[in-house]
């Protein structure tokens, strides 16, 4: 692990595999509550990737893992989070990158492919329509304010909602900050993200099972150059099947 200091002055933690080859590094950006570990190392997909020869670069997002975790929702939303790849890739002088992002994560690949003329190639999983209808991830499957309470409570008994009640259990098992964690739902991306301009390669990722990625094909059909593709699993499984880690590497090559 090494640290950089982001545009805000945020401490963030990012961790390199791999040898630099002729393709260009893959960047990977986790989804909510997770890290990077977690979410590509765990799952076997950053060993895909240096296997097929790829240098690959992970950030812990603000909030999460090892990077530092202000309380202040003024300190989060997936804009700043992309700020944050972007000072990511000039503190390693990176030219060109292939972006990965799950979840929150690809919501934030987005809006950093959408400004940043350094990626070469960008892959999403865990979104579907909801970033193209509301900006970010669905507030219908996931509703804002009730993740928000079920994070902070200090009863977890009051949770209702199963969703909620995993992501607040996820929190727990991870020893994950869970104020960091309200402060960024509190600051999810809700504005249009300006999909038209990546013109770049797109593949849209999504499991067959997952509430928070429905419709993926719409989301592909709002990119330019995007495809799309569904398999077996839900928002926590489907990166652990060994299909969702070849799509990637094949993809990216």
Do not use: C
């Not at 545009?7 to 002729?22: K, M, N, R, V």
């Not at 509550?33 to 950053?46: D, E, H, K, L, R």
């Not at 530092?68 to 939303?77: I, L, N, T, V």
């Not at 503190?91 to 990626?119: C, F, N, Q």
């Amino acid at each position: 692990m090494q640290t950089f200091t982001s545009f805000d002055g945020t401490t963030l933690a990012y961790y390199t595999w791999g040898d630099a080859g002729e393709l260009p590094p893959v960047a990977l950006h986790h989804g909510f509550s997770t890290y990077a570990a977690a979410n590509w190392q765990a799952p076997g997909i950053v060993a895909a990737l240096v296997a097929a020869g790829r240098r690959v670069v992970a950030i812990d997002a603000r909030g999460h893992g090892a990077s530092e975790k202000p309380h202040d929702p003024a300190r989060y939303g997936e804009d700043k989070m992309a700020r944050d790849l972007a000072a990511l890739f000039d503190e390693l002088e990176l030219d060109r990158v292939d972006l990965v992002g799950y979840s929150m994560g690809g919501v934030v690949a987005l809006l950093t492919a959408a400004a940043d003329p350094r990626v070469r190639r960008l892959v999403t999983g865990g979104i579907g329509a909801g970033a193209v209808e509301q900006g970010g991830v669905d507030r219908a499957a996931l509703p804002g304010r009730a993740l928000i309470d079920g994070l902070l409570t200090d009863d977890p008994s009051s949770i209702t909602d199963d969703r909620v009640m995993g992501f607040r259990l996820f929190a727990e098992a991870s020893g994950a900050d869970r104020r960091a964690l309200a402060a960024q739902a509190q600051a999810g991306h809700r504005t249009p993200i300006a999909l038209d301009r990546i013109t770049i390669p797109a593949l849209v990722l999504a499991g067959t099972d997952d509430w928070l990625a429905t419709r993926p094909e719409v989301l592909a059909a709002a990119l330019p150059d995007a495809r799309w593709k569904v398999l077996s699993g839900d928002h926590l499984t489907v990166v652990r099947n060994p299909e969702f880690a070849a799509a990637i590497v094949s993809f990216l090559a």
